[in-house]
């Protein structure tokens, strides 16, 4: 059973700042920065490609109601949103979460950065990803 399942079924304490039958949201062990949460699905998927649309609604719609509220609660000045899908992505508990990340300043413990790739070929891969 992965942790967070057993957080779920009170194995392990957490700090809950919400929760309903489908639905729960705790504060992440590690801050990052004050106010970091994990948003999960009650039921065990793998990661954000594997879990169901009714569930990612769900997951989706208590992570912004907490972002709006923490906006003004931790009178943090933005936030990150982001799910890690696999180990090369970051991903280092296989069950399905949402990180929501206040952040206070440019200079704060959160590094995400993005760096230019080497020049690709948009039409194709346009072609290539778009749906049909």
Not at 4 to 15: Q, T
Request: aromatic fraction near 8%.
């Amino acid at each position: 059973m992965c942790i967070f399942c057993k957080i779920i079924d009170g194995e392990i304490p957490s700090y809950k700042v919400y929760e309903d039958q489908d639905v729960l949201a705790f504060l992440d062990i590690s801050q990052v920065t004050k106010g970091h949460t994990l948003v999960i699905p009650k039921k065990h998927y793998e990661n954000f490609v594997d879990v169901d649309t009714e569930t990612m609604q769900k997951v989706m719609v208590v992570a912004q109601d907490l972002a709006k509220s923490y906006m003004n609660k931790l009178d943090c000045t933005g936030l990150n949103i982001l799910s890690n899908v696999n180990e090369v992505a970051g991903q280092s508990v296989f069950h399905f979460h949402v990180h929501i990340i206040p952040r206070y300043h440019a200079t704060d413990d959160v590094v995400i950065e993005f760096k230019e790739s080497p020049e690709q070929d948009l039409p194709a891969l346009q072609n290539l990803l778009k749906k049909d």
